[in-house]
C-alpha cells in the first residue's frame, strides 16, 4: 500500500479534494439510500453503501492507472476511441434500459458483471480529448471553415445527434463544453460566432417544434417540455411536475444553517432520485448552508487546481486537454447544485463522485486521471521534444518518438 501511495504522480491537492469528495459521498449515500430500500423495496443500505463503495474503489483504480499514462498517449488513443465510441452510442439508442424507475435507451449492460454502462459519459470525455487534439494540431496554421467541417464538427454533431434523442441535457452540455473549448484552443473565431449563430437558430427551431408539435420529436420530448415549462412558469406547471422541486425546496428550508444532523433527513424518503440527481438537497437538511457551502468550496478548490494545472502544462495539448475533460467535471457540479436550488430547468445530471451511479463515477475518475497526468512536470517537460504524425494513433502508442 505504501508503495502505491509512493507511486502517486501529478498535483497533490487535486488527489486530496477527490478523496475528500469521495469519503464524505458515504454519509449522503448511506442515508438516502433508505429511500431505494424502504420506498422502492430495492436491496439494503448496507447493499447500496457495499455497491457505492465498490464503485468508488474501482474508480481510485482507474485514476490510479490512467494517471500512470503519458499525456501523449491520449492523442492516439481518441482517434482509436472515437469510431468505437460512435457504435457505442448508436447500439444504445436500440437497447431499452430501465434504472431506478426510468426507462430509457441510455445505458447497456456490461457482460458478465452485469453493471449499466451509459455511453455518453465515456462519449463526453473522448470528444473533449478529440477536440483537444485536433486544436493543438492547427494551432499555428490558418485554416478555413471547410477544413474543419470533417475533423471537428462532424464528429462533435454525430456524438451530440446519438445522445440527443434520449438526453437532451447531456447532448446541450456538450455542445456547450466543445464551444467552450474551441474559444480557448484559438479556433477562428468568425467561424466561433458562425457556429453559435447557427446552433441558436437550431434551437429556436427546436423549442418552437418542442412547444407547438411535441409528436414529431422523440418520445421523450413530452418530459423535456414539461422541464422546461415548469421551469419558466411554475405557477401554470401540473402539481407532479413540481412535486420533487417542492420537495428539495423543504428539505433546503428544513436543514437552516447547520442541518439537522447525519442521517436525519425526513424528506429522503418522499424525494425520489435522493440518492442521485437530488442528493444535494438531502446533503442541504442533513449538514445545513454551512455543509452545502463546504461542498461547493471543494468543487471550487477542485476548479482552481484544474486552472492551474491547464495554466503550468508547458505543452499546447496539455492544457487544452486538462480544460477539455477537467472543466465538465466541476460545470457539471454547478448545474446540478442549480437544478436542486431551481437555478435549472431539471437536468437529469448527478454530482459527481457523491451521487451513487455506476460507470458515470468511473468516467468522472478517467477525466481525473488524465488531469493528474498532465499534472505531472516531470511528464510535460519530456513531450516538449516529441515530435510525431498525430493522425498516426500506432506511432503514437509505440513510444518511438
Not at 358 to 368: E, L, Q, R
Request: aromatic fraction near 10%; glycine fraction near 8%.
Amino acid at each position: 500500500m505504501l508503495a502505491v501511495f509512493k507511486n502517486l504522480k501529478g498535483d497533490k491537492a487535486i488527489w486530496g479534494v477527490v478523496a475528500l469528495l469521495a469519503l464524505f459521498s458515504f454519509l449522503p449515500v448511506y442515508s438516502a439510500s433508505t429511500n431505494l430500500v424502504y420506498v422502492n423495496d430495492d436491496g439494503t443500505t448496507i447493499g447500496h453503501l457495499i455497491k457505492h463503495a465498490v464503485l468508488l474503489f474501482l474508480g481510485f483504480g482507474i485514476i490510479y492507472a490512467v494517471h500512470r499514462i503519458p499525456t501523449h498517449y491520449f492523442k492516439g488513443l481518441s482517434i482509436i476511441a472515437m469510431p468505437i465510441v460512435l457504435i457505442l452510442l448508436a447500439y444504445t439508442l436500440t437497447v431499452e434500459t430501465e434504472i431506478g424507475g426510468v426507462t430509457a435507451n441510455r445505458w447497456i449492460k456490461i457482460p458478465f458483471v452485469g453493471v449499466n454502462f451509459q455511453t455518453s459519459t465515456l462519449a463526453s470525455v473522448v470528444l473533449m480529448i478529440w477536440i483537444a487534439r485536433y486544436l493543438t494540431k492547427i494551432k499555428d496554421i490558418k485554416i478555413t471553415f471547410k477544413e474543419s467541417i470533417l475533423p471537428l464538427w462532424l464528429p462533435t454533431a454525430l456524438v451530440v445527434l446519438l445522445i440527443l434523442p434520449e438526453n437532451f441535457s447531456t447532448a446541450a452540455i456538450i455542445c456547450f463544453l466543445v464551444l467552450v473549448l474551441c474559444f480557448l484552443g484559438g479556433y477562428p473565431l468568425k467561424y466561433l460566432f458562425a457556429m453559435v449563430a447557427t446552433g441558436a437558430i437550431l434551437a429556436s427551431m427546436f423549442l418552437f417544434v418542442l412547444f407547438k408539435a411535441p409528436e414529431v420529436l422523440p418520445q421523450r420530448a413530452g418530459t423535456w417540455k414539461s422541464r422546461i415549462e415548469t421551469f419558466w412558469s411554475p405557477e401554470k406547471a401540473e402539481k407532479d411536475d413540481l412535486h420533487q422541486l417542492t420537495l428539495a425546496k423543504i428539505a433546503i428550508a428544513e436543514g437552516g444553517i447547520v442541518g439537522k444532523g447525519a442521517g436525519k433527513s425526513v424528506i429522503k424518503n418522499m424525494l425520489s432520485q435522493s440518492t442521485s440527481d437530488f442528493i444535494f438537497a438531502i446533503i442541504i437538511e442533513e449538514y445545513g448552508l454551512l455543509g452545502g457551502g463546504a461542498l461547493l468550496f471543494f468543487y471550487l478548490l477542485l476548479l482552481f487546481r484544474i486552472v492551474v494545472v491547464a495554466n503550468s502544462a508547458k505543452t499546447v495539448f496539455s492544457k487544452l486537454l486538462v480544460i477539455g475533460v477537467g472543466l465538465p467535471i466541476v460545470f457539471q457540479a454547478f448545474i446540478n447544485m442549480a437544478v436542486v436550488v431551481q437555478l435549472f430547468p431539471v437536468t437529469g445530471q448527478p454530482l459527481p463522485l457523491i451521487s451513487m451511479g455506476g460507470t458515470s463515477i468511473w468516467m468522472t475518475c478517467m477525466a481525473i486521471g488524465i488531469v493528474l497526468s498532465a499534472s505531472n512536470k516531470k511528464e510535460n517537460l519530456e513531450e516538449e521534444s516529441y515530435e510525431i504524425d498525430e493522425t498516426n494513433p500506432l506511432e503514437v502508442l509505440s513510444g518511438q518518438i
